[in-house]
């Protein structure tokens, strides 16, 4: 080789070495920004920023007086109701505060209940000298509570959760969408207690996981519920689970009634047993 070819080889190669080193690098920048961008050097300042914590159980007060600086008025010109505590915080999906929701109820006679206050409407009004002494107070009439609309969340789920139980307090089942040749879905009003007592209890599979044992009629005597009867063996030792016929799934062929529930028999035996 040439001392001119090998001069250019080996300057090649250093240029290579350095492209490579300079890409290294800002790779290395880019991975180490990409991961440390999420994370912010803060110092808690008191004068701005606030716990969610510490709003959790303060109480609001409600005045028609403009408090927009923030100080607290003398003794005698404290015209304001306590109308009751913050009990959560609801954000919005980009992370910041939309409302505070607050229990009012015993104060002012009105029945306990949830109102949804937003942040913006918040006055965090001194009452020392500390940054953590202050009342919070929004600027509204006790009558502009009273007709302020409920907070509809987490309780409406809960009313719900508890509109789908029944007597036993057990949380009721949603009725299997099942078909099979040569069955037709059977009208419940046709139906007959001679013709359910004693009828097999099919999962959504169509596993075998009970019988129809007894059935409960309303006092004009409609059939109301139905008592599966689960596991056991020869009447011993079987688990009874009141049903309402809106869980059930009835199909009728030649006089043939097969019933379906949407459970298995263990989720059947882990319901709370009809004691009759």
């Known amino acids: 080789?040439?001392?001119?070819?090998?001069?250019?080889?080996?300057?090649?190669?250093?240029v290579l070495l350095a492209s490579a080193a300079t890409a290294l690098a800002i790779a290395t920048t880019a991975y180490a920004d990409g991961h440390t961008s999420a994370f912010s050097d803060m110092e808690f300042d008191a004068e701005v920023n606030l716990n969610a914590s510490e709003l959790i159980g303060s109480r609001v007060y409600v005045s028609e007086m403009d408090m927009s600086d923030g100080m607290l008025p003398p003794e005698g010109e404290r015209e304001w109701d306590d109308i009751g505590e913050i009990h959560e915080i609801v954000l919005t999906r980009p992370g910041e505060v939309g409302?505070?929701?607050?229990?009012?109820?015993?104060?002012?006679?009105?029945?306990?209940?949830?109102?949804?206050?937003?942040?913006?409407?918040?006055?965090?009004?001194?009452?020392?000298?500390?940054a953590d002494e202050y009342f919070i107070v929004v600027r509204a009439s006790v009558a502009g509570v009273e007709d302020a609309p409920e907070y509809r969340g987490t309780n409406v789920d809960m009313e719900a959760d508890a509109d789908m139980r029944d007597a036993d307090d057990r949380m009721r089942l949603t009725a299997p969408a099942v078909t099979?040749?040569?069955?037709?879905?059977?009208?419940?009003?046709?139906?007959?207690?001679?013709?359910?007592?004693?009828?097999?209890?099919?999962?959504?599979?169509?596993?075998?996981?009970?019988?129809?044992?007894?059935?409960?009629?309303?006092?004009?005597?409609?059939?109301?519920?139905?008592?599966?009867?689960?596991?056991?063996?020869l009447g011993i030792g079987e688990h009874h689970v009141a049903v309402t016929m809106e869980e059930l799934t009835i199909l009728q062929s030649d006089g043939d009634v097969r019933v379906y529930i949407d459970a298995t028999q263990e989720a059947l035996e882990a319901q709370p047993e009809y004691e009759g």
């Not at 080789?1 to 250093?14: E, H, I, P």
């Open 99 to 130: 409302s505070v929701i607050v229990d009012v109820g015993g104060f002012l006679g009105i029945g306990e209940r949830e109102v949804a206050i937003d942040m913006s409407q918040l006055q965090f009004v001194s009452d020392g000298e500390d």
């Open 1 to 14: 080789m040439k001392v001119s070819d090998y001069r250019q080889t080996r300057s090649s190669a250093m």
């Open 180 to 233: 099979r040749e040569g069955y037709e879905p059977a009208d419940i009003e046709q139906l007959t207690s001679e013709m359910l007592t004693g009828a097999r209890v099919y999962g959504s599979e169509d596993e075998d996981i009970g019988e129809i044992g007894e059935l409960l009629l309303t006092d004009d005597g409609m059939i109301d519920r139905a008592v599966i009867d689960v596991g056991g063996f």
